[in-house]
């Protein structure tokens, strides 16, 4: 029995899912991860969070909470972590890549749910997540209709959700919104932490959460290099983990595997030869344990370089920059750095299909595979004109809709590799 099992009980768990649950993350993490080659020994540390993302990083949360720092879950980037983090709170992403308890999904949500929002589902109503069920708030938010009518059902099941609501259009009008939510989160925050968000306390948290995004940066930078010198499926991980880990502690492990693939470059070492085929991922997030896209592509003799995803560099390619140190310029700053996020719920969305060009040029890609989970209205409407677009200025483009089921894995793995002796 592991030593935790007093605080899974604790949190309302259902033990012999959560077991099982663990047994089928540990497996999959064996076998996708670390049987991978060359890899940095960095990824060591990232190794021990997955291995502890239910036992002791759950316990660092259940102990911060017994001397009052709250939890926050979300499942958007759009929520913003300055606030949460200027509060002395933690924020926590929900989002989930597995397909669980789905018979009991089913009973709530139409069959033709998209597999991240079913997962969030499936976590609660199955009880395994110990996120879900140590969060002092959960906040959902308008993005997709998926989405938003899925928390009006979410709200049963859940005793302290919070709603976010979010423009579509990036009018001034849609700015005001943002701004508007973005001053009741403040609020809402305060409220649930009884700390009053200052100016000094602001500004320690966009320190903080800036500084995870530039090591994100460092690391994105690197994977330029040919020779690659970390795999795609290690660099998502170190993405997922950012949803999850302490942002301090996280911030230096990254830096340390940066110093680690400097040398890397330095001396000419990868992760797979010199010339592999190098692929970006363009499309709907991966949330963890969701490795199936990369594990597929990865071992078909091409490397990933980049995410155009939220779980990537969408989700982290801005930094707050405020114009001044008082509370209302560091507010501004935020509204403005989460404004350029180029989510497919927006209308129109130009921004994105130029970051993906952009993208593919910064990691020299030789084409984009465009992941789109079905279902997913948004993601899966933008992919045509934007396979048209990268096409035309010569990227060649692979469209994948898929879901968390390993039935098409085999599918996949033909069309992955028919896609890369065209490149
Ligand atoms: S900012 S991408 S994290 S909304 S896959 S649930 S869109 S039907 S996740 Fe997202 Fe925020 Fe946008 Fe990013 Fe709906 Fe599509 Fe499902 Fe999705």
Redesign the pocket.
């Known amino acids: 029995a592991s030593e935790h099992e007093a605080m899974w009980r604790e949190l309302g768990l259902d033990l012999a899912a959560h077991d099982q649950l663990l047994q089928v993350l540990g497996d999959g993490y064996g076998q996708i991860f670390l049987s991978q080659q060359e890899r940095p020994e960095g990824m060591e540390y990232f190794n021990f969070v997955m291995s502890e993302v239910h036992g002791l990083r759950i316990k660092e949360l259940v102990d911060g909470k017994a001397e009052g720092k709250k939890v926050i879950g979300s ?4 929520v913003p972590e300055e606030i949460v983090v200027a509060a002395d709170a933690t924020l926590v992403g929900l ?1 989930t890549g597995a397909d669980f308890a789905t018979e009991l999904v089913d009973q709530v949500l139409p069959r033709n ?5 079913k997962s969030a589902f499936g976590f609660k109503l199955g009880k395994v997540c110990p996120y879900m069920e140590s969060a002092d708030m959960i906040v959902g ?1 308008n ?5 938003k009518k899925s928390y009006e059902t979410l709200g049963t099941l859940v005793p302290n959700l919070y709603v976010m609501d979010l423009p579509q259009v990036k009018s001034s009008e849609g700015r005001a919104l943002l701004a508007a939510e973005y001053e009741r989160f403040k609020q809402a925050v305060e409220e649930l932490t009884g700390k009053e968000i200052t100016a000094e306390r602001l500004a320690h948290g966009i320190q903080v959460v800036n500084a995870k995004r530039e090591a994100l940066h460092r690391l994105y930078k690197l994977r330029a290099a040919d020779p690659a010198p970390i795999s795609g499926l290690d660099a998502l991980l170190i993405n997922q983990v950012s949803f999850y880990d302490d942002p301090v502690r996280f911030t230096q492990s990254v830096h340390k595997i940066c110093d680690e693939l400097e040398a890397r470059i330095a001396a000419g070492q990868g992760v797979a030869p010199q010339g592999t085929p190098r692929l970006l991922f363009s499309g ?2 991966m949330a963890v344990p969701n490795w199936k896209l990369p594990w597929v592509v990865e071992s078909s003799g091409a490397v990933v370089v980049g995410e155009e ?3 990537g560099e ?2 982290t390619r801005n930094l707050t920059e405020p114009q001044g140190q008082d509370l209302a310029s560091m507010m501004d700053a935020i509204v403005e750095r989460y404004w350029k ?1 180029d ?3 927006f209308t129109p969305n130009p921004d994105r299909q130029e970051h993906v060009k952009q993208m593919a040029a910064d990691y020299k890609a030789q084409g984009v595979i465009h992941y ?2 079905q ?6 409407m933008e992919a045509l004109p934007l396979e048209k677009n990268l096409e035309a200025g010569g990227l060649p483009v692979l469209r994948v809709d898929t879901d968390y089921g390993m039935e098409d894995v085999e599918q996949l793995k033909t069309r992955v590799e028919a896609f890369l002796e065209m490149l």
């Not at 749910?113 to 929002?117: H, K, P, Q, R």
């Open positions: 499942f958007c980037v759009f989002c749910t998209c597999a991240l929002i938010e993005t997709c209709d998926g989405k709907c997030p995803s939220c779980v969408r989700g996020i989510c497919a719920v789109g989970l279902f997913c209205q948004p993601y899966q």
